[in-house]
C-alpha cells in the first residue's frame, strides 16, 4: 500500500494555465474545418473546485482510511489523507468523519465506500455505503454521528436507503448579479464545479440576451417592447439548472427530463427561485416530438397547451454519446441552437450535420475538470436562413 495520492502528481496548480492552454488548442484544432468565431476559454479554480468526491474506505486490521487506485491499476492501492481538487468542505469533512468513525466498531464495520456532496454555500450531504443491512443499531450511531457533524447522512447497503435527515443539500448560485437556488439530490447528477457552473450560467444567459435581442429587432417582433419576444425548449434538463437561470430571458421555459428524480428536483426549484414561467415536463425527447406533433398525447403534459409556444431557441446538455440522428433533425427545426456538450467528439458528430442549416455563431469552453483530459463545450448557432 502507497501513501500518496495517485492523482497528486497531475494536480499542479503552478502549471494550470500552460495546461488549460493545451486543452483549448485542442479544442480549436478540432473545430478548425468549422471556422468558428474565437474560442472563450473559461478558466477554473486551480484548486479546491470540485463540489462532489467519493473515496473507497480500505480495512487493514482494525484501522480504515480512505482509499484511490492508479488509473487503469487496480491493484495497487493508495491511501488518501487530503484531496486538494475538492471543495475545503470535503477536505474537512474527510477529516472529522474518518476521526470518528474509527474507534466506533458498528459505524466502521463493513463501510466500503464514503460520498461527499458540498455546496457553494457551504451545505454538505454524506453517503456512507455498507455490506451489510443497517438497522436500528446503525440508525442510532448515525443519527450521533450526523449531530456531531452538523451535516445531513445518507445510509446506503444492498437494497436499502436510510434518510437520517434529508438526501439532498441546498445550492445558491450567484449568475449576473442574481441568486438561485437549487436543490440537489444525492445521487443525482449535477455540474461538480460550482464556479465554472456559475460562468457556464452566465455565458448562457449572455447568448440568450443576444438571440433576443436579434429577435426584438427582426422582423418576427411585433412591436418594440422589452419583454422577450419567444420561448425555450430545453432538452435534458436535469433538474433545472440552465432553465432556472434562463427564465427570466425567455418568455416562457419548457423543459425535458426523463429521470423522475431530477424532475422532482426542478419542480421544487422553480417554487424556490419564485418562476412562473418554467414548466418541467418528464418526457424523452422521443416522446417530445411525438406530443409536439400531435401523435401522441402525455397525461405529463396535462394542461400544457404546446400549441401556444413560440419555440424560437433550443438549449441541449447531452449526454457523452451527444445526441442521435433523430435529436439532431429536431433540433434543426429551431432558429437557434445553444449545445452545452461534455464530449467535443461527439459534438463535432453533430456539427458536421448542423452546420449544413446553422452556423456558429459562439464558441466556449469550459474546464469543469482541471488536470484531466475531460473538454466540456458550448456553442451557439443560429440558422443560414431564417424561416
Not at 188 to 195: K, Y
Not at 273 to 280: A, S, Y
Request: aromatic share 8%.
Amino acid at each position: 500500500m502507497q501513501q500518496r495520492d495517485p492523482y497528486q502528481h497531475h494536480v499542479n496548480p503552478e502549471r494550470y494555465a500552460e495546461l488549460l492552454e493545451v486543452k483549448a488548442q485542442r479544442l480549436r484544432d478540432l473545430f478548425a474545418d468549422f471556422n468558428p468565431p474565437s474560442l472563450q476559454v473559461h478558466a477554473s479554480a486551480p484548486s479546491h473546485f470540485r463540489l462532489r468526491a467519493e473515496f473507497r474506505l480500505w480495512h487493514d486490521g482494525d484501522r480504515c482510511f480512505y482509499a484511490m487506485f492508479e488509473p487503469g491499476d487496480k491493484s495497487k492501492v493508495y491511501e488518501v489523507t487530503e484531496f486538494p481538487i475538492a471543495s475545503r468542505l470535503i477536505n474537512e469533512l474527510m477529516v472529522r468523519l474518518l476521526d470518528d468513525i474509527q474507534p466506533n466498531e458498528l459505524l466502521r464495520r463493513k463501510l466500503f465506500q464514503v460520498e461527499f456532496l458540498t455546496t457553494l454555500s457551504g451545505d454538505a450531504l454524506i453517503t456512507l455505503i455498507y455490506h451489510k443491512p443497517l438497522g436500528d443499531e446503525w440508525r442510532a450511531e448515525a443519527e450521533a454521528l450526523q449531530a456531531r457533524l452538523g451535516f445531513p447522512i445518507v445510509g446506503r447497503s444492498r437494497k436499502q436507503k436510510l434518510v437520517l435527515e434529508r438526501d439532498y443539500v441546498n445550492e445558491a448560485l450567484q449568475v449576473d448579479g442574481k441568486t438561485l437556488h437549487y436543490r440537489q439530490i444525492e445521487g443525482g447528477f449535477t455540474q461538480p464545479n460550482g464556479e465554472m457552473n456559475q460562468q457556464m450560467l452566465s455565458w448562457a444567459r449572455s447568448a440568450a440576451a443576444e438571440i433576443n435581442h436579434s429577435d426584438n429587432n427582426g422582423e418576427n417582433s411585433s412591436d418594440n417592447s422589452s419583454e422577450p419576444p419567444s420561448d425555450l425548449l430545453e432538452l435534458y434538463c436535469g433538474n433545472g439548472n440552465f432553465s432556472m437561470a434562463l427564465a427570466d430571458t425567455f418568455r416562457r421555459v419548457l423543459a425535458t427530463e426523463i429521470s423522475k428524480t431530477s424532475v422532482a428536483a426542478a419542480q421544487v426549484n422553480i417554487a424556490d427561485n419564485q418562476l412562473d414561467n418554467v414548466v418541467i415536463a418528464r418526457l424523452s425527447s422521443e416522446e417530445f416530438v411525438q406530443a409536439l406533433r400531435g401523435e401522441r398525447t402525455f397525461e405529463r403534459l396535462s394542461g400544457v397547451d404546446l400549441s401556444s409556444y413560440d419555440f424560437r431557441t433550443v438549449l441541449v446538455d447531452p449526454p457523452r454519446a451527444g445526441l442521435d440522428d433523430e435529436s439532431v433533425k429536431q433540433v434543426q427545426g429551431y432558429d437557434n441552437i445553444i449545445y452545452i456538450s461534455c464530449n467535443p467528439n461527439t459534438l463535432h458528430d453533430n456539427l458536421q450535420v448542423l452546420c449544413n442549416t446553422h452556423e456558429i455563431k459562439g464558441f466556449a469552453l469550459f474546464d469543469q475538470f482541471p488536470y484531466t483530459d475531460h473538454i466540456e463545450t458550448g456553442v451557439i448557432l443560429t440558422r443560414k436562413n431564417p424561416q
